[in-house]
């Protein structure tokens, strides 16, 4: 399995992460913060499934721009998962002729510009050689976070959230769980505003981390740019070699 954060800034502050997504395999998408702006783009239409965690902008900004960009006359189209709360959000908010094109309406007759895929926590979905299974987290619009498998295991992205328990009890005894993807939002000094806002700090970062095993890799996700050297500084006094940020650009390989 290969993951790969798509970059979304550029020149010096290239590493920071404003918007968030995820390749994996090349050919399914997690998140479309930053997928539209992916170059080249070539490697946007090797896309074929997206699965969006959440609707705040910084997970979904660029999927219009994405759906416009991989525009086909062939019969195929990106499949758009998620939870009924964000799909709803999508039509009502994004594609409704005033922010975006209707997409799905321009969708009722061929060439299609997207398929919507309604998704349920606790119900795998089967594409591209992979099986993901959405998992309900706390946050402050409905999100999911997604474990995601193939023949050789499985790595746990834990989308935006305060209370990640759920999924890292589910995932802690897998014998073939191979990396998480775990969000550290704010440094410690502003725990009451994570806290608000349904995030995490690096204390409540090495407190869930301290239920997976040893041998687990652990991706730091989500930095806020405003204050991404102070939590950095933070996660590296943990002093816990498991843990890595996610370097947007690098292709992580897990087998």
């Known amino acids: 399995m290969k993951i790969c954060q798509i970059p979304s800034s550029v020149g010096d502050g290239r590493s920071q992460q404003n918007l968030l997504s995820w390749l994996v395999n090349d050919s399914v998408a997690i998140d479309a ?3 539209g702006i992916l170059t080249p783009l070539d490697r946007q239409r090797l896309v074929r499934h997206v699965f969006l965690t959440h609707t705040h902008i910084d997970h979904i900004a660029t999927l219009p721009v994405f759906l416009d960009n991989v525009y086909s006359l062939d019969e195929h189209c990106p499949v758009i998962h998620g939870s009924s709360d964000t799909l709803n ?7 409704n002729d005033q922010v975006w094109p209707d997409f799905v309406a321009l969708s ?3 060439p299609s510009f ?7 926590a606790g119900s795998p979905v089967q594409v591209e050689g992979l099986t993901i299974t959405p998992m309900e987290v706390a946050h402050t619009v409905p999100t999911l976070s997604y474990l995601i498998s193939d023949s050789n295991g499985t790595v746990a992205m834990i989308a935006d959230t305060s209370q990640p328990e759920t999924v890292i009890n589910s995932v802690r005894n ?5 990396a998480v ?17 349904q995030h995490q700090t690096p204390q409540m970062f090495a407190r869930q981390i301290a ?7 652990i991706f730091a996700t989500h930095l806020k740019p405003a204050c991404d050297k102070q939590v950095q500084e933070q996660l590296e006094a943990l002093n816990d070699p498991r843990i890595r940020l996610s370097q947007p650009g690098i292709t992580y390989v897990f087998e």
């Open 33 to 35: 913060g930053s997928l």
């Open 174 to 178: 897998l014998p073939d769980l191979r």
């Open 211 to 217: 239920r997976l095993p040893a041998h687990v890799e």
């Open 181 to 197: 993807f775990l969000e550290c939002s704010f440094p410690d000094e502003l725990q009451s505003l994570a806290e608000m806002s």
């Open 114 to 120: 997207v398929k919507m895929h309604e998704i349920r």
């Open 108 to 110: 009722a007759s061929a």
């Open 89 to 95: 959000c999508l039509q009502r908010n994004i594609f």
